[in-house]
Structure formats: structure tokens, C-alpha cells
């Protein structure tokens, strides 16, 4: 079993910043990918951005030039910063971790941008 802790998540302004935080736990030996998705009201969950073990990174088209996400594997933590946030931006953001052939995901942290 692996545990997914995020943080980081609040209110913020249009055109912000803001650091989300995901820390593993538990069987973290060969967790390979790991990734932000978020979930606005209404909607279904969407892929925002993901790592692997090797630094590999992808990016949902709406943030590639907004968000870095990040991965400190001595740490089992991954992060994303969040810049030039927008309204659309607003949702609940789940971290996932991958270890084959399971899925793991945290409890979600919700990001409002607003003025």
C-alpha cells in the first residue's frame, strides 16, 4: 500500500502562484510515475502533469507553460508549482502515484483562483 499526503493547496488571486506539495508513503519501492490530475466541479478528472522515476515530465496543454512539476525521489514527494494561475484553474487536485499494477491516490487539496 502506498499513502499520498498533499498540501499546499488555497485561495488565490488571478495571475498568482501556488506550490502543491504530495508525500509518499508506505510501499514506495518501485513507485514508478507520479502526477498531478485535478477535478472542477461538473467535470470529470483530468490529467495536469506527470513525472517518472527518471525525470520525465508530460503536461496537460492548458498549463505546459504555467506549472513545473517536480520529484524528489530520496523524499517520495512530488510537487507542482502553479504559476499565472487562472479562474479556470479552480479544482480539487489529486495526487497519483503509480506501482504497477496499482493506482494510488491522495485525499485532494482544492485550489480556488479568485479575486
Known amino acids: 500500500q502506498v499513502q499520498l499526503v498533499e498540501s499546499g493547496g488555497g485561495l488565490v488571486q488571478p495571475g498568482g502562484s501556488l506550490r502543491l506539495s504530495c508525500a509518499a508513503s508506505?510501499?514506495?519501492?518501485?513507485?514508478?510515475?507520479m502526477g498531478w490530475y485535478r477535478q472542477a466541479p461538473g467535470k470529470q478528472r483530468e490529467l495536469v502533469a506527470t513525472?517518472?522515476?527518471?525525470?520525465?515530465?508530460n503536461y496537460a496543454d492548458s498549463v505546459w507553460d504555467r506549472f513545473t512539476i517536480s520529484r524528489d525521489n530520496a523524499k517520495n514527494t512530488v510537487y507542482l508549482q502553479m504559476n499565472s494561475l487562472k479562474p479556470e484553474d479552480t479544482a480539487v487536485y489529486y495526487c497519483?502515484?503509480?506501482?504497477?499494477?496499482?493506482?494510488?491516490w491522495g485525499q485532494g487539496t482544492q485550489v480556488t483562483v479568485s479575486s
Open positions: 513525472i517518472t522515476s527518471g525525470g520525465s515530465t
Open positions: 508506505g510501499s514506495t519501492f518501485r513507485i514508478s510515475a
Open positions: 497519483n502515484a503509480e506501482r504497477r499494477p496499482y493506482n494510488y
